[in-house]
């Protein structure tokens, strides 16, 4: 196992993956041995690329006589590196590899970089092969670039972490065995590959303006309705038929789902912050953690399809939610041996696949149109043909524009409890197509009634993607909102992400986004598509000594819903929405409460830099006498307030009260009031010429009052 941990003085033989340790900060001195190094940087042009390769010869190398030993400094990402290397160990039996911020020394103070790399050493005899570290474990890999890129190491390198690596890289009598091919002629060849990944800090990250989108607030249980919605955004098509329901101005969002909507995508598009989801949640009637808990992103889709298709009944975009995402298919049952045959025709919205026993999503369609044989003791009914042998199955007669798949990634176990349903966790590997074609063999999927001129041919749209287990974890989606760009976005906790704030270890020209609620960010398509697959990932381990057994480990991030959009109908539903898509009422109202938002956010954010000042006059004490409180000369909710920059001169905020009140300053005093026992304030002395010299801050604990004299 990789351990994150400094090296201990007496290393075990446990692979540990850490930052060398030699009792001091930072590269230090060394007597550089007389080997000829030859160093080269493939394919790195003028301006600093952010991934490379670069290949350190080492010549000589069994006569290396230092403990530490640098290679030439190489430029990635305009950062500059080095791999370090400890020839006989680094108190260990094996080659200890590390990559180094070369000029650590140098940089100022706080500094940070984020890099993943891969350290290798060629084997020169069996030239297609290397040994590399896949996050900590020896691996024999092939040097083709088709495969270089699986090993992989992350770190963020500062100032106390300037190298980091692996102390026990691989067996010193290994890489000196004459027969194994990793020192020929005395000469070793190392490879680092280099990609360097932005750091992002999440406590300033701004989803809108790295990404142009915004994330959901998670109201602590709402994530997977987080995923939904932001996927339901994000087919514009169904976003402008929501403008375009009718609300009024006297609707309140928290009692209309469309009004909540409504409200809901308009800042989404037009907020530069994460959005909040009470209102709409408030408008379901879902107002308790426990009704959150009570549905799933399936039943949520079908509550909130329901009361649209009603709500939109009788208005101008009657009709949508059947436009885009209703299909039918249909039942059937055939007789064998006499000519008898029942058909049903039904529609969905959507449709769940079994993930269990199919290793992707066609697999999945084929086992949903398997036909199921009805004999023996299960034989068919057939009306006036009695009992007989027959044929059930389902054939689809349509697809919708907008296919919504559930995967089936729970199931209950009736066996193990019979008082309460046992959920099970299917984490089974499963794939699914970037571009999925459901006129595949002849349309083996369609019914003799479908049309045929219709290709359904779909691109994938999102991926809805649950990471954890059946107790728990958490929802985010991987959305590609135009289809026809090269990014898909990731939405989480009121966060966007963007899914290439690195650039990918491996080279994809695809990337998506990242919806997880309120963070937003760029992915690449392996971070959205293969990863998602779940399953157990094997890493080969052929290295002799090490006993041959492969590594698995478990994926608990999946794919549990995944929505694709047919080709041919791609630029209807993709198409522009804009502000003349939202009602004018609407429009006046949402500006209103954002403008009010921003507001009051200016003012907290300024908030240090204000007072109140409440001043009485003899107005407000006359006005007191004989009314509800008592023991007070004014009442102090009801006498002028003014909010005054702390720096301002006493002497400007003078004027700016004889222009409230119409009271010259010379006519001006201002009294200090003083705070009794009972709580009650009285005049307790006038200020000073000096004191109303200062600035206000000098007096922005104190109540005023004045007196008119004259």
Request: hydrophobic fraction near 35%; proline fraction near 4%.
């Amino acid at each position: 196992m990789t351990l994150m941990t400094p090296p201990p003085l007496d290393q075990e033989d446990d692979e540990m993956l850490v930052p060398h340790s030699d009792f001091t900060e930072g590269p230090q001195p060394m007597e550089v041995a007389q080997a000829e190094t030859v160093s080269t940087v493939e394919n790195q042009p003028v301006e600093d690329p952010p991934t490379s390769r670069f290949t350190w010869t080492i010549e000589n190398f069994s006569r290396l006589n230092t403990k530490k030993h640098y290679s030439d400094v190489f430029v990635v990402g305009s950062y500059k590196w080095r791999v370090l290397i400890f020839p006989k160990g680094n108190n260990v039996d094996h080659l200890s590899m590390y990559l180094d911020v070369a000029d650590s020394a140098n940089l100022p103070y706080g500094w940070s970089r984020y890099a993943q790399f891969s350290l290798g050493v060629v084997n020169q005899i069996h030239n297609k092969y290397t040994v590399r570290k896949v996050l900590g474990i020896p691996v024999d890999l092939m040097i083709a670039p088709t495969l270089l890129h699986s090993a992989d190491t992350q770190h963020q390198f500062n100032a106390r972490e300037s190298d980091w690596g692996f102390t026990s890289f691989m067996p010193l009598s290994e890489l000196y065995d004459p027969g194994r091919g990793y020192l020929v002629n005395d000469t070793c060849i190392v490879e680092a590959e280099v990609a360097v990944r932005r750091v992002v800090d999440y406590w300033t990250y701004d989803s809108k303006k790295e990404t142009g989108y915004v994330g959901l607030k998670n109201q602590g249980a709402t994530c997977y309705m987080n995923s939904l919605l932001q996927t339901l955004y994000h087919i514009p098509y169904f976003r402008k038929a929501v403008y375009h329901m009718p609300t009024t101005e006297n609707d309140m969002p928290s009692g209309s789902i469309p009004l909540a909507l409504q409200s809901l995508f308009y800042k989404l598009q037009y907020s530069d912050n994460s959005v909040a989801t009470k209102e709409l949640t408030k408008s379901f009637g879902w107002d308790t953690y426990d009704s959150f808990m009570q549905h799933d992103v399936q039943e949520l889709n079908r509550v909130l399809s329901e009361k649209l298709e009603d709500k939109m009944k009788g208005t101008v975009v009657e009709g949508t939610i059947q436009q885009l995402f209703e299909g039918h298919h249909m039942n059937y049952i055939e007789c064998i041996n006499v000519d008898y045959k029942s058909t049903r025709k039904e529609s969905f919205y959507d449709l769940q696949l079994d993930v269990k026993g199919c290793r992707d999503v066609y697999a999945s369609f084929d086992k949903y149109v398997e036909v199921e044989r009805l004999e023996g003791d299960n034989k068919y009914h057939a009306e006036q043909h009695g009992l007989q042998d027959a044929k059930k199955g389902v054939l689809f007669i349509d697809f919708p524009p907008v296919l919504q798949l559930q995967l089936k990634r729970f199931e209950y176990d009736f066996m193990r409890d019979t008082m309460v349903k046992v959920c099970i966790q299917i984490n089974d590997r499963y794939e699914f197509p970037l571009q999925l074609d459901l006129d595949r063999e002849d349309g083996r999927y369609l019914s003799p009634d479908a049309d045929r001129s219709v290709r359904n041919l779909y691109t994938l749209h999102s991926v809805l993607v649950h990471s954890g287990g059946v107790h728990g974890g958490h929802y985010y989606a991987f959305i590609r909102p135009t289809l026809t760009d090269q990014c898909w976005y990731s939405c989480t906790s009121a966060c966007v992400a963007f899914l290439a704030y690195y650039v990918p270890y491996l080279i994809f020209t695809t990337l998506e986004f990242k919806f997880d609620d309120e963070r937003v960010t760029k992915e690449d398509m392996k971070r959205a598509l293969e990863e998602q697959y779940g399953g157990e990932e094997e890493l080969p381990q052929t290295n002799p000594g090490f006993n041959n057994t492969p590594f698995k480990f478990t994926k608990y991030s999946n794919a549990y819903m995944l929505v694709y959009i047919r080709d041919s109908d791609k630029d209807k539903i993709i198409c522009n929405v804009d502000e003349k898509d939202i009602a004018e009422h609407l429009r006046i109202r949402l500006k209103k409460e954002q403008e009010e938002k921003e507001h009051k956010k200016k003012e907290k954010a300024e908030a240090h830099l204000y007072t109140i000042i409440k001043v009485a006059r003899n107005e407000d004490i006359v006005e007191q006498i004989g009314r509800d409180v008592y023991f007070d000369l004014v009442d102090h909710d009801k006498v002028r307030s003014f909010r005054i920059q702390k720096q301002m001169s006493f002497n400007v905020f003078k004027e700016e009260v004889a222009k409230e009140f119409g009271i010259p300053v010379q006519f001006q005093r201002f009294w200090l009031w003083a705070k009794r026992q009972n709580h009650t304030y009285r005049p307790n002395r006038p200020l000073t010429v000096q004191e109303e010299s200062q600035s206000v801050s000098t007096f922005f604990h104190w109540h005023f009052s004045y007196h008119d004299i004259g």
